[in-house]
């Protein structure tokens, strides 16, 4: 074999092994904790992992929501707090939900079910992720917020293990250097 051909065949097994390998970043018994204190939307089926796509990693975040209240909801603000493997806070996220999801701005109907998620560039190393609903918009108008010690308290129950919750608000943008 030529060394040519030598090297033609590494590259070959690293791009079939380098997909693999990044797909299972991932811990294997991470937590995706649901935070429910909002008394109008009530959230579901948060999950949370590194992905491989398109030759980059990305780190996702899907979550499902219902409204539980008797208004439609114009919009909600949803809270991830994240945590490492040893339990101490990583920066978090949060994102605005306009109606049912990103593609459907219709306000959010009592009842109705909604679903969506985000995209991050990147991986992240987090163990235990919590989400919560910090603010509601009601179709009145009404802004409803989180109340922050009711948060805190109720983390302390859904995650005993974690000592240092940190702050519960989202964590500023950070700036382009």
Known sequence: MSFRAFLIACWL???AV??????DSNFPDRK???LNTCPHVELSNFSFSNRYADRRSRFEQNLSWKNVGSQPLAAFEIVVLKYDAFDQRVIGTRWTVTGKNSADWRPLAPGDLGSDGTIG??????????AYVRAARLG????????EVEVMNSLRKVAPGIKE???V???PKQKPE
């Open 32 to 34: 995706a904790i649901i």
């Open 121 to 130: 560039y990147g991986t992240e190393e987090v163990f235990t992720a919590i």
């Open 13 to 15: 097994v690293l791009a």
């Open 165 to 167: 919750f940190g702050s």
């Open 169 to 171: 608000k989202p964590d």
């Open 18 to 23: 380098l997909p693999a390998a990044a797909q």
């Open 140 to 147: 009145d108008g009404t802004v409803w917020r989180a109340n």
